[in-house]
């Protein structure tokens, strides 16, 4: 079975701009040339192809496990077809994302490379916030808002939405950290102890966030939306320094397959 559909008739196709919103990065949203909407040129709609892992204050944390009504304990698996039909359904929430926001935000009209670099918006500490940006917060939480949904159906209680997780320096493992406790420490003013955590918009596991089956981050490139997205190398003075988002997944939650980029129109890269 195919990792990602073709989209057909009414699921519409619009090219767009933005990335995932990088927890208060706004360099990383890269750019693509624009094409035409798919409300104006209906051929597109037949055709597919979304990290700073760090949680900054300022986000209020979301962390969405679903609760199996059997318990964790029955999840011990995940088969090839249930992987199959997982990956079908992220992907097609992020082809719905995106076109969304494009018919909300811009009408439409997918943006041009200088409309991606302009200011939409100013932030609460008066920064200005690009188009990249704004598009691609909003394409991610869309899409996280479909995830949801289509999980809750096809695997409940064994997926959670931007987990964190954070290195325990006495066993010397990467455990899961509940939503609870990163609240506490954002609210008591604590969070540089939440320094080098990270957070993966989609994990597959047993119903044990800390037993990890799959790994997967929306990627929702600006420009160049037919070429697959790098995974980021982080930059100096991260904690993660000299290593790529990728690796670290692979690393700290030793999923059973390399982790995933679900992007608009390609669909699933490893």
Not at 21 to 48: I, K, M, N
Not at 65 to 93: H, K, M, N, P, Y
Not at 238 to 261: I, K, W
Request: glycine fraction near 8%; aromatic fraction near 6%.
């Amino acid at each position: 079975m195919p990792r990602w559909p073709w989209v057909v008739g009414f699921a519409v196709w619009l090219s767009g701009c933005a990335g995932t919103p990088e927890r208060g990065r706004t360099d990383r949203y890269g750019l693509d040339s624009a094409t035409a909407s798919c409300r104006q040129t209906p051929a597109l709609c037949a055709r597919v192809a979304g990290e700073e892992t760090l949680l900054p204050a300022s986000r209020s944390v979301q962390v969405a496990a679903s609760v199996g009504t059997a318990g964790s304990a029955v999840l011990r698996v995940l088969t090839e077809v249930e992987r199959d039909l997982i990956e079908q359904a992220l992907v097609e929430c992020a082809e719905a994302a995106r076109s969304e926001v494009i018919l909300a935000l811009l009408d439409g009209v997918p943006p041009t490379e200088e409309k991606c670099r302009e200011e939409a918006a100013r932030d609460k500490k008066n920064q200005p916030v690009s188009w990249a940006r704004k598009l691609g917060t909003e394409m991610h939480k869309r899409a996280r808002e479909c995830a949801q949904r289509r999980l809750s159906e096809l695997r409940p209680g064994g997926f959670s939405l931007e987990p964190s997780y954070r290195y325990d320096t006495l066993t010397e493992r990467w455990e899961f950290i509940d939503e609870k406790t990163v609240r506490s420490l954002l609210e008591q003013g604590r969070g540089g102890e939440l320094k080098g955590s990270i957070a993966p918009d989609v994990v597959i596991h047993t119903g044990d966030p800390n037993r990890v089956f799959e790994v997967y981050d929306f990627k929702f490139p600006c420009v160049n939306t037919d070429e697959p997205t790098q995974w980021r190398d982080y930059p100096s003075g991260s904690p993660h320094e000299g290593r790529n988002q990728q690796d670290l997944y692979m690393g700290a939650l030793r999923p059973t397959q390399l982790p995933a980029v679900i992007q608009p129109r390609i669909g699933v890269i490893r």
